[in-house]
T-cell receptor
């Protein structure tokens, strides 16, 4: 079975400071990894994904994530946080083959960027 | 281009009733997946359909069913509603059955179902 853990329910950061939202995963085989953001009363917006290749993935709105196979982590990062980045962030994983084609999501991390 | 469209946006039902939620994928997308997001939790997978065939089913009771139409739109049906079915129901579309596209899966804004 595949699973995702987001160990922090809440992350607070000052505007202009770097931010990190943590994610670890557990799958059998090589994972596909995703980050999505959710604003209040909205659906999920895609930020970035890792399929294969370079461990550092760059995505939308200046976000990036680093895939670390040995630590089974896929932390989301941004060098300089904006107040508008405040939202709920979800990490998700799926395996590339077999019947388990669905995304498995973490429980989410609420990011608050303080002005 | 229109994104993933879900209807209705909000819905209030009474326990025991039946509900039908609808999803129109992005034009050209043949895969539709349904997820349930209970307040304070991450989305949970319910179903995936590709080319009108069920390709995956999550750990949900038989009260939940779905289908996909020839135009690739989809319906999620829930019978005998329980209070615990109150959630945001999300639809996601993809051009492939595996989500291996530039953007993976594209989600709609969801249907907020409240069961009273």
């Amino acid at each position: 079975a595949q699973s995702v853990a987001q160990p922090e329910d809440q992350v607070n950061v000052a505007e202009g400071n770097p931010l990190t939202v943590k994610c670890t995963y557990s799958v059998s085989g090589n994972p596909y990894l995703f980050w999505y953001v959710q604003y209040p009363n909205r659906g999920l917006q895609f930020l970035l994904k890792y399929i294969t290749g370079d461990n550092l993935v760059k995505g939308s709105y200046g976000f990036e994530a680093e895939f670390n196979k040995s630590q089974t982590s896929f932390h989301l990062k941004k060098p300089s946080a904006l107040v508008s980045d405040s939202a709920l962030y979800f990490c998700a994983v799926r395996v590339p083959s077999g019947s388990a084609r669905q995304l498995t999501f973490g429980s989410g991390t609420q990011l608050t960027v303080l002005p | 281009d229109a994104g993933v469209t879900q209807s209705p946006t909000h819905l209030i039902k009474t326990r025991g009733q039946h509900v039908t939620l609808r999803c129109s994928p992005i034009s050209g997308h043949k895969s539709v997946s349904w997820y349930q997001q209970v307040l304070g939790q991450g989305p949970q997978f319910i179903f995936q359909y590709y080319e009108k065939e069920e390709r995956g089913r999550g750990n949900f009771p038989d009260r939940f069913s779905a289908r996909q139409f020839p135009n690739y739109s989809s319906e999620l049906n829930v019978n005998a509603l329980l209070l615990g079915d109150s959630a945001l129901y999300l639809c996601a579309s993809s051009s492939s059955s595996t989500g291996q596209t530039s953007y993976g899966y594209t989600f709609g804004s969801g249907t907020r179902l409240t069961v009273v």
